[in-house]
């Protein structure tokens, strides 16, 4: 995960080095939503057999809707082109349940540290005004929390897990050239690495982020 950091932040500390220091970057916030897809959203675990020899029933485990925010540095390189960096966290709760079984309660946490590319068509990344399309990776320091009891808020059983994303998406901010604008964005977020569940890993952290914030 060291690497995955290092990676991201290689290409703000060296390759832009110069323009960087030409240029003053945006600042950033936005508040998101985030709607987890693929098995993220529903995964279904086969019947199987445990370690005292108890059938252990089909499950079914997925996470709600969640809640989060972003803060970001956007460094503009030519008209066209800026570099962000980003810094998320969010978190969601889900359920997993199973025929005979009591319900056991979810809870998933999430910090991003993020390096992206923010492309503007219309040649207005200095402004950071208009359309922009967007892609980079990420490292994700996530925790999942389980938890056996009603109303499930004492979480008993704590996993973690880093590992890297990557993001694709498209935004757009609102305004005028002076002062703090308005921006939409729609992210794609899928987890590349430590997502084996042959291995014992959890599954892909997978989810559309709509964000709606402020640039400076």
């Not at 084996?196 to 952290?205: E, F, H, I, Y």
């Amino acid at each position: 995960m060291r690497r995955a950091v290092f990676l991201i932040l290689l290409p703000l500390l060296l390759g832009v080095g110069l323009p960087l220091r030409a240029q003053s970057p945006h600042l950033g916030v936005s508040l998101n939503l985030l709607f987890p897809v693929g098995e993220f959203n529903s995964k279904t675990y086969p019947p199987y057999v445990d370690s005292t020899g108890n059938v252990v029933p089909t499950q079914t485990e997925g996470y709600d809707l969640g809640l989060g925010g972003t803060f970001y540095l956007s460094f503009p390189m030519d008209r066209n082109l800026a570099m962000r960096l980003s810094f998320s966290g969010a978190s969601n709760t889900g359920t997993n349940t199973a025929p005979g079984q009591a319900t056991i309660n979810l809870r998933h946490s999430q910090f991003n540290l993020g390096g992206e590319l923010e492309i503007f068509p219309d040649g207005s990344a200095y402004r950071h005004r208009g359309l922009y399309f967007l892609g980079g990776i990420s490292a994700d320091f996530e925790q999942f929390d389980r938890s056996f009891g009603d109303p499930g808020w004492d979480y008993t059983n704590t996993t973690r897990k880093s590992r890297m994303g990557a993001t694709v998406g498209v935004g757009n901010t609102f305004g005028y050239d002076a002062g703090a604008r308005f921006t939409l964005e729609l992210v794609y977020h899928a987890t590349i690495t430590g997502n084996d569940l042959a291995a014992g890993d959890p599954p892909s952290t997978d989810y559309l982020r709509l964000g709606l914030g402020w640039v400076f």
